[in-house]
C-alpha cells in the first residue's frame, strides 16, 4: 500500500476563515477548530475539504425511485481530504493525491480575488537528494527523443547511468525513489516536482509512538526536513 500526501506552499491569498464554497457545487473549504502538531513543534490548522471531480466514464447506477437501471457517460466522484496548514512557513500538505489537488487549486486561483488561493510546489535539487538517499532506485524524467516524452529508469545503481545523470543536472527529473532514512528506519520513499511525497514500505514504528493522530503528517514533514526542504 502507498500512503501519500500532497505539498504546496501559499503564493498568493489567505486561508478562509470561514467555510468557502466552490463555484458549481464542486465543494469547499472549511476551517476546523482542531490544530495538531508534530514531534518537532510544527504547528498545523486542519480545514476539511471536499471536490467533486468530473469523470469520462460510462457507468450504470440502480436508481431505487423507479426501480430501474440507468446508464451514464459521464459523473461525478467525491473526494473528502484535509488541509493542513502550517502558517509560519505558509505550508499546506494535504492528504489525497496530485491529481486532486491540481484541479481543486486549478478552480480556487480562478475565484474572485478577494478569496482567491494560489499555490506553489517546493524546488527541488536532485543532485543533493540523490546524495541523501542511501539508494536511488528510480528515476523518471523528460526526454527529448522523437516520439517519447518521458522516460524511467530503475536499479540499484540508476544515478550513475549517463542519460539519467543529465537528466538530473539539467533538472529533468520529474520524480525520484529511493531509499531514505526516517526516524531510524530505511524507508522507500517516493518525491516529486508535482510536490507528492509518498512512502512505498511501512511507515515508521516510531511515528506511532508520538501520539499524533496523522502518522503520515509526521512522515512527510520528517522527509521535508531530511531533503532541506524545509527548516
Known sequence: MVNANSVKFLKKGNMPTKK???PNSLGYIKPTKKTISTEDHTNFQIFDCLFAKDKNHPIRYYDETNGEYIDLDRYQRKFDFHIFYNPSRNMLI???NATIVKSF???LKNLE???RIEVKTYKLDYEFIDQIFKTARTIRFKSSDQGVNSK???GNEVTINQEAIKAIKRDNVTSIIGVLDVKGQACTVSI???GSIACYSSL????FNTGIDYPLLEFTVEVLKSLNLIN
Open 20 to 22: 468557502l464554497e466552490l
Open 94 to 96: 494535504l492528504d489525497t
Open 105 to 107: 487549486f486549478k478552480i
Open 113 to 115: 480575488e478577494d478569496q
Open 152 to 154: 524511467t529508469f530503475s
Open 192 to 194: 516529486s516536482k508535482t
Open 204 to 207: 515508521p514504528k516510531a511515528l
